[in-house]
């Protein structure tokens, strides 16, 4: 008996020692930050945004066709309002609503960069138009904000970058690499008419980029707990989309004698059976960089759990929602209160993990349900983006730049579950990263395509300098 106590003891020791050796070797992996001389900005800035967000570049599905009215006209306010960048850059319209701006560099031996945003917005509710602030697409600037559709996704960081590619030609600078603009006109509804067909451009023209950056990562604010600094999320990759259509076709019939196999009712276990059965949860790149950036800022017994992921490994993923997860989003059949359906149809969409696909999930679901229920592919479909790098020399120039413009934060690369444009750049550039520093806490993140979008003034300050001292630290 003693030496059955005596070997149990032994593995809790041996347990602690490796637990407390890993969580002693998790050091901070932030970079030294570099003095910055604060970047003079005018107030002007606040009105140029508040313009933007008056043009309703709205996108309502994928076959709609743009409003031209509210597209041109948001082209001409860019030419007016920024005339050095369209005296100095070329304009090329791209699927005649997207816009690719090319500034060229000195040196044709350096590889380009590559910067993205989007001109259109998600449309508005209308019974939520009494409980905004202001218009959604008013503009209105309050003491604290500009309020509007698309101030946080994503004008901000088009007009930011305007903004800072102004400001660097009044002072003469011209880039040693060549930098494109890339603001496609179709993101909210997958971006295969916009950014998709300027990748496709570049790529036929040859380009070779070193890094391209999107929207889709930020500056959390108390949203991470146990770390109070500010938390920069640089997203590395992006879970793919697929949704998928699950049809029920029987007899139907009447109510009154309504069959074993009720149409509605199959159509519902399939549903309740795929919540049920979801798709594990998994340590893969990036989530396990993120573990150790973030693991590191953490008071000591959280550091624990996030060093040692060989054992705490569950509760981590499920809080970083690390698996492609299932949602049913829209059912529809019936025509009758005593009329058993002979069609009912539900649509299902994955956000995938990577290193899962649109493929992997369909047989997952055949897998789940029922062989009588017909699964369809359905709408826009991508699978998940590659994984960047971490020990690119673009990715240390970003991180550089994040950590010295905001010396305060801490710089984690994460995954993002939404879609960006991005995706499509992975064949013209080494690299492609999520990140402007939009300033999102507890309160905003609903702002985010719901009521009362809108961006701290101070924060859009932040977005301009950030990118101009990113284009200038890449010089």
């Known amino acids: 008996m003693k030496k059955i106590l005596y070997s149990l003891l032994a593995v809790v020791v041996l347990v602690l020692c490796i637990l407390l050796f890993n969580t002693l070797s998790l050091t901070s992996k932030q970079v030294e930050s570099d003095p910055l001389e ?18 309703p570049t709205i996108s309502f599905s994928e076959n709609a066709i743009p409003d031209s009215t509210a597209f041109y006209g948001f082209h001409q306010f860019l030419q007016d309002t920024y005339p050095l960048i ?60 500009i309020i509007g559709r698309g101030t946080l996704d994503d004008k901000s960081s088009l007009m930011a970058l305007m903004e800072a590619v102004e400001l660097l030609l009044k002072e003469s600078f011209t880039p040693s690499q060549t930098i494109y603009l890339a603001f496609g006109h179709d993101e909210e509804v997958g971006g295969s008419k916009g950014a998709a067909k300027i990748a496709a451009l570049l790529k036929e023209r040859g380009v070779d980029a070193s890094m391209t950056i999107d929207e889709g ?88 759990a996030f060093a040692n992921p060989w054992l705490f490994k569950k509760p981590i993923l499920e809080a970083l929602n690390a698996h492609t997860t ?9 025509i009758k209160n005593n009329v058993i359906p002979t ?56 991180e550089k730049t994040i950590r010295s413009v905001f010396p305060e934060s801490v710089v984690v ?30 309160n905003s993140l609903s702002r985010f395509h719901g009521i009362d979008e809108k961006i701290n003034k101070e924060n859009y300050k932040e977005i301009i300098e950030f990118s101009y001292q990113l284009i200038k630290k890449f010089n």
């Open 413 to 442: 690369p994460g995954l993002v579950g939404g879609g960006t444009d991005g995706r499509y750049f992975y064949e013209i550039s080494d690299d492609v990263y999520r990140f402007y520093p939009i300033r999102l806490d507890p």
């Open 343 to 398: 069609v009912a149809e539900a649509t299902i969409n994955f956000r995938i993990l990577p290193g899962e696909n649109i493929e992997s999930v369909k047989e997952h679901i055949e897998n789940t349900i029922s062989n009588k229920i017909r699964v369809e592919k359905v709408g826009f479909l991508t699978n998940p983006s590659p994984v960047s790098s971490i020990d690119s020399d673009a990715y240390k120039t970003l």
């Open 217 to 304: 990562g930020f500056l959390a604010d108390g949203l991470v707990p146990g770390i109070d600094n500010t938390v920069a999320i640089v997203n590395l990759a992006e879970k793919g989309f697929a949704s998928f259509r699950l049809i029920v076709e029987t007899n139907g019939g009447h109510s009154s004698a309504p069959p074993k196999e009720n149409t509605i009712g199959m159509l519902a276990k399939a549903i309740v059976d795929l919540e049920n059965n979801q798709l594990p949860y998994k340590l893969v790149e990036p989530i396990n960089y993120q573990l150790g950036y973030m693991g590191a800022e953490l008071p000591f017994m959280k550091k624990v």
């Open 86 to 145: 369209h005296e100095n850059l070329t304009l090329e319209k791209v699927n005649e609503y997207s816009l690719l701006y090319t500034w060229k560099g000195t040196d044709q031996n350096k590889k380009p960069i590559i910067l993205m945003s989007h001109q259109d917005v998600v449309p508005v509710d209308e019974p939520t138009l009494n409980d905004w602030e202001a218009g959604p697409f008013e503009g209105k600037i309050t003491a604290t904000d």
């Open 38 to 55: 604060k970047l003079v900005i005018s107030d002007d800035v606040y009105k140029n945004l508040s313009k933007a967000i008056q043009y």
């Open 326 to 334: 299932t949602a049913a989003t829209i059912i529809d059949g019936g």
